[in-house]
């Protein structure tokens, strides 16, 4: 079982992207499972999701306390969060930032050995006119882990994203774009 623990503020698309995932990972033939950890916040407060991810049924159901994956939305919550708290040995830290992993690890004294980081909220901006890096750190994660194929992502959350934006395309190729591109620009020490 894989075990991924998601970081951001509210509007910031934590939920969203772990919601995301587990439809594509469902579509691949995949056991999954997606929640978010909240209570009364509001827009900026800090929240987790979470996904569990098995060729088998998941019978869990708690949070996830040691993942094996931790996606950070906004790195400012590094610190204030301790996001890599319960990390497993090996495991995986995906971070938005422009910074690379080398300062980042410098940074905040981070000790996992897999640290990568990708400036999903400028491809947002760019792709998407909007600073929600939810969906470029869906191609981020396609990249760092084996949780899904990228074709398989774009293949899925095309059809889930034209039948959400049907009146507005370009929300849909933005999207893709932005997932596409974050998977290319990944960058691990």
Same mark, same amino acid.
């Given at each position: 079982?894989?075990?991924?623990?998601?970081?951001?503020?509210?509007?910031?698309?934590?939920?969203?992207?772990?919601?995301?995932?587990?439809?594509?990972v469902?579509?691949?033939?995949?056991?999954? $499972?997606?929640?978010?950890?909240?209570?009364?916040?509001?827009?900026?407060?800090?929240? #987790?999701?979470?996904?569990?991810?098995? $060729?088998?049924?998941?019978?869990?159901?708690?949070?996830?306390?040691?993942p =094996?994956?931790?996606?950070?939305?906004?790195?400012?919550l590094i610190?204030?969060?301790?996001?890599?708290?319960?990390?497993? =040995?090996?495991?995986?830290?995906?971070?938005?930032?422009?910074?690379?992993? $080398?300062?980042? #690890?410098?940074?905040?004294?981070?000790?996992?050995?897999?640290?990568?980081?990708v400036?999903?909220?400028?491809?947002?901006v760019?792709?998407?006119? @909007? =600073?929600?890096?939810?969906?470029?750190? @869906?191609?981020?994660?396609? #990249?760092?882990?084996?949780?899904?194929?990228?074709?398989?992502?774009?293949?899925d @959350?095309?059809?889930?994203?034209?039948?959400?934006?049907? =009146? #507005?395309p370009?929300?849909?190729?933005?999207?893709?774009?932005?997932?596409?591109?974050?998977?290319?620009?990944?960058k691990?020490?």
């Amino acid at each position: 079982m894989i075990e991924i623990r998601w970081h951001g503020r509210g509007g910031q698309g934590a939920k969203t992207g772990a919601l995301l995932l587990a439809d594509a990972v469902i579509s691949s033939g995949k056991y999954v $499972q997606a929640f978010p950890e909240y209570g009364p916040e509001r827009r900026g407060a800090p929240v #987790r999701a979470f996904n569990r991810i098995d $060729q088998k049924e998941i019978r869990q159901h708690s949070p996830v306390v040691e993942p =094996d994956v931790v996606v950070v939305l906004d790195p400012t919550l590094i610190e204030s969060a301790q996001v890599t708290e319960g990390l497993k =040995d090996g495991g995986i830290l995906l971070v938005n930032t422009g910074e690379n992993p $080398q300062e980042l #690890r410098g940074k905040y004294s981070i000790e996992t050995r897999n640290v990568y980081t990708v400036d999903a909220s400028t491809i947002a901006v760019e792709t998407i006119g @909007l =600073d929600i890096p939810n969906t470029p750190m @869906l191609g981020a994660l396609a #990249r760092v882990t084996e949780v899904l194929d990228l074709e398989g992502m774009v293949k899925d @959350l095309s059809a889930k994203l034209a039948k959400k934006f049907r =009146d #507005r395309p370009e929300i849909v190729k933005g999207n893709i774009q932005s997932i596409k591109r974050a998977y290319e620009e990944v960058k691990h020490e």
